[in-house]
C-alpha cells in the first residue's frame, strides 16, 4: 500500500489498523498470486505462437495489471516458467530476404499471413485475457469480504467495499462489479440477522400523551 493509502487508516480506530494493514497486504499478495497463475498458463498456451517474453508483453497488454505490480508479476511468472520445456515458436519467414530475392509475390503472401496470423493471436489473447480478469474479479471479490468482516462492527458494508476500491484505486467497471459481487455476498446474512430483531415499539403521538392520573389530580 501507498503512504497516501495507509494514511486512509486513520479514520479506524488504532486496535483495528495493524488488522487492516496485513489484510491490504494479503490483498495484494493474493491479486499477484492471481495474475502469476494466469500469466504463466497464457504463456504456455501461446507458446507455439510467441517466445515467452513476448507472450508476457501481451499478458499485460490485454489484462488490466496495475503498473507497480507489473514487475513482480513478471518476475514470479518467469520463474515458474520452464523454458527447455516450452516448444520452440515457429520461424516466421523474412519479408526482407524475399524483396532482396525479388519474390514479390510470395514477400505479399508472407505478409498476408503474418498479418492474418498478429490478429488471431490478438484476438485469441483478448479471450484469454478475459478470463483472467474474471479471476482477478473474483479475488477483489474475497480480498472485500474480509474488510468487510474486519469493519463491520464499526461500519456498514457500503463504506467498507468503498474503502477497499478506493485503496486499490479500480477502475470504473471493476469497481462497480465489486461493489455488485461484495454486497450482494454478505446481503443473506445481514438480512437474516437484522430481519430477525423485534421492531422498535411505535412512538406515541404527542396528542395520545397523557400524564398519569395521580399528577393530573395533583394539579
Do not use: C
Request: hydrophobic share 45%; glycine share 0%; no cysteine.
Amino acid at each position: 500500500m501507498s503512504v497516501s493509502n495507509l494514511v486512509s487508516l486513520r479514520q479506524f480506530p488504532p486496535a483495528l489498523r495493524p488488522r487492516l494493514q496485513v489484510a491490504y497486504a494479503e490483498a495484494r499478495e493474493a491479486l499477484i498470486a492471481t495474475h502469476v497463475e494466469h500469466a504463466v498458463r497464457f504463456t504456455l498456451e501461446f507458446s507455439r505462437r510467441l517466445p515467452p517474453l513476448e507472450a508476457l508483453d501481451l499478458y499485460f497488454r490485454v489484462v488490466a495489471v496495475p503498473l507497480p505490480m507489473e514487475e513482480s508479476i513478471a518476475s514470479r511468472a518467469l520463474v515458474q516458467l520452464e523454458f527447455d520445456r516450452l516448444p520452440e515458436s515457429p520461424r516466421k519467414p523474412s519479408l526482407v530476404d524475399q524483396l532482396r530475392s525479388f519474390q514479390l509475390e510470395a514477400a505479399l503472401d508472407t505478409f498476408r499471413e503474418q498479418r492474418h496470423f498478429s490478429e488471431t493471436t490478438f484476438q485469441l489473447a483478448r479471450l484469454a485475457g478475459a478470463r483472467a480478469a474474471e479471476a482477478v474479479l473474483a479475488t477483489h471479490v474475497e480480498n472485500t469480504l474480509r474488510l468487510v468482516e474486519i469493519l463491520e462492527e464499526i461500519v456498514w458494508v457500503d463504506e467498507a467495499v468503498n474503502h477497499y476500491i478506493h485503496t486499490f484505486r479500480l477502475p470504473l467497471a471493476m469497481a462497480h462489479m465489486v461493489f455488485q459481487r461484495a454486497r450482494a455476498r454478505v446481503a443473506g446474512r445481514y438480512v437474516r440477522a437484522i430481519a430477525s430483531l423485534p421492531a422498535p415499539a411505535p412512538r406515541k403521538k404527542r396528542s395520545e400523551l397523557r400524564l398519569p392520573e395521580s399528577v393530573r389530580i395533583a394539579s
